[in-house]
């Protein structure tokens, strides 16, 4: 009963809160649907950007995997804070200055039409097959484990999972749908520090417990009873350095990595959004550093838990290593905490999975709808459209869901393996067109269209024996090659101009630059300490 009131309570609290805040809000406009009137603020936007990038997979995916491979899986959270520097020193002052509502709008103005509407199709088909799905599946794993709805229904687990899909499903759409950016963003921020407490919780319980009150002893214990585990560095020789059996080489940190790292916090939709609804530079630089703290410090929550269950647990959740966190959690949590964490799990999973789906409902209204469909479209009209692709996304991510079952190396790591099929061709795209003003809109093109295929021609089909980040990075190289070979037969006609739209405050705010070598010298010392380790 405890677990029902207090699973009630923080979600109508969320809930009530974040209807509250939006009453003022015009949602029928573009920028009032889209991006949040422009009026988001620092706070606000790292809340949501962490809460957008931290779901399910992450609690169960990339604990999962620490469990069985120790630490080492800590370089996708703790590299995110270098990318975030890069984003709030360079992207998005030209991000804000040109006054973009999405990416694929620079494309266009530096490209083409063309590359605008691919990379904008690219980035919907990238939602539906691979985040959405697996958002949600993971979501129901936890929830399905925790609150045993299988059980208390009478139904096989399988059927509890397909149920549970729906229900949250359905429950993110309509946050999308009727409340836009602004509703997304604010319900972010108070499930965001949910999820840091609750988080935070788990470990802090877990090594009480072990330490018979004494935190510091338990993490001892935890330590002494697998010290490799707390190691940053890949340490596979039984199948080679870079091989693509290996969960994460240290070595892909200087290959597709920071590529892929960079795509993702300074050029994905998704994230970048909620930057680009900052009310000035200021407060956009405030958000993205913010979340370079964060992201420092959540390795606490999605990354110590699996190795403390590898101590509970030894290695007999190996053959399913998604299921070490929600057995971990049942474990350590009072009983009356359980409706609060599996809250703030739905709250993660609901943010994620709303801000997607807002993201491809901007993406779809005016940059292909817009564009293709209806040039002289009113911005209720946009609206009306946004608020159909968000269903209509919905209910493909929910079919698609209960497919990503049973992903051999763990559901995070097929994540980012199923990424690569769009990131990394994207990010060439777009840093051509900032970096490389001599390719082409032509080369921009084929660039795009060759990085599809040799990835998947590489990593999927051949399936060579080279780690798929490693196969990012070469990518990422040959596409920036056919990029200028195509360039060089195809000229750029007409040089790209960056035009200041006026519509924003774009005084950078003065400590970002302190804030940020802070930020990279902190990432350099983890791996400093912790890669020592022997």
């Known amino acids: 009963m405890l677990t029902l009131f207090s699973f009630l309570a923080f979600t109508g609290f969320v809930a009530i809160y974040s209807t509250w805040m939006l009453r003022k809000q015009n949602l029928q406009t573009q920028d009032g649907y889209f991006l949040g009137g422009r009026s988001l603020t620092g706070v606000v936007i790292a809340g949501s950007m962490l809460l957008t990038n931290i779901s399910t997979e992450h609690l169960v995916g990339m604990n999962g995997s620490a469990y069985k491979n120790g630490a080492i899986i800590i370089a996708w959270e703790v590299t995110s804070a270098i990318a975030l520097v890069i984003g709030a020193l360079y992207f998005i002052p030209k991000y804000l200055r040109m006054g973009l509502t999405t990416i694929p709008e620079f494309l266009e103005k530096r490209f083409d039409k063309m590359t605008q509407a691919l990379i904008s199709m690219l980035l919907i088909i990238s939602f539906v097959v691979t985040l959405l799905p697996i958002v949600l599946y993971t979501g129901a794993i936890n929830i399905e484990s925790i609150f045993g709805i ?7 687990q399988s059927e509890g999972i397909w149920l549970t899909v729906v229900v949250v499903g359905v429950i993110g759409a309509v946050y999308a749908i009727f409340g836009g950016l602004k509703m997304v963003v604010y ?8 999820l840091l407490i609750a988080g935070l919780l788990v470990p802090i319980f ?16 935890v330590f002494n009873n697998a010290p490799e585990k707390f190691n940053v560095i890949s340490k596979e020789p039984s199948i080679g350095p870079g091989s693509r059996d290996s969960i994460l080489p240290f070595e892909v940190l200087f290959t597709g990595l920071i590529i892929n790292q960079l795509y993702f916090w300074t050029m994905h939709q998704s994230i970048v959004q909620r930057a680009l609804g900052a009310v000035s530079l200021k407060e956009a630089q405030k958000g993205l550093l913010f979340t370079g703290i964060l992201k420092i410090l959540i390795p606490l929550v999605i990354v110590l838990p699996g190795i403390i269950g590898f101590y509970y647990f030894g290695d007999t959740l190996f053959d399913s290593q998604d299921s070490v966190y929600p057995e971990l959690v049942k474990r350590v949590l ?3 905490m359980t409706g609060f964490f599996v809250a703030v799990i739905m709250g993660a999973i609901l943010s994620t999975f709303n801000s997607a789906l807002n993201s491809a409902a901007t993406i779809f209204s005016l940059d292909i709808f817009k564009v293709y ?4 479209a009113k911005e209720g009209q946009l609206v009306k459209v946004g608020k159909w692709t968000s269903a209509i996304l919905a209910l493909a991510a929910i079919l698609v869901a209960p497919f990503v079952a049973n992903a051999p190396a763990g559901l995070y790591q097929l994540l980012q393996q ?6 990394i061709p994207m990010a060439t795209v777009i840093i051509a067109g900032f970096f490389f003003p001599k390719v082409s809109a032509a080369g921009a093109k084929a660039g795009l269209v060759f990085g599809l295929g040799f990835y998947i021609l590489m990593d999927l089909i051949i399936q060579v024996n080279i780690h798929f980040v490693h196969i990012w990075g070469i990518e990422f190289i040959l596409n920036l090659i056919v990029m200028h070979l195509v360039s060089a037969q195809y000229p750029v006609k007409t040089p790209f101009v960056m035009v200041d739209s006026g519509k924003l405050n774009i005084i950078p705010w003065k400590y970002a630059t302190t804030l940020g070598w802070i930020l990279i010298a902190i990432t350099v010392i983890i791996y400093v300490i912790l890669g020592s380790i022997a």
């Open 206 to 221: 877990a090594l009480w417990d072990i330490g018979d009150g004494n935190i510091i002893t338990g993490l001892t214990k």
């Open 150 to 156: 299988s059980e208390t229904l009478g139904i096989s």
């Open 187 to 194: 319900t972010d921020t108070i499930n965001g520090f949910g």
């Open 373 to 376: 469909f209806n040039k002289t």
């Open 334 to 336: 009072p009983t009356w």
């Open 418 to 423: 199923l990424n690569g099929i769009f990131f």
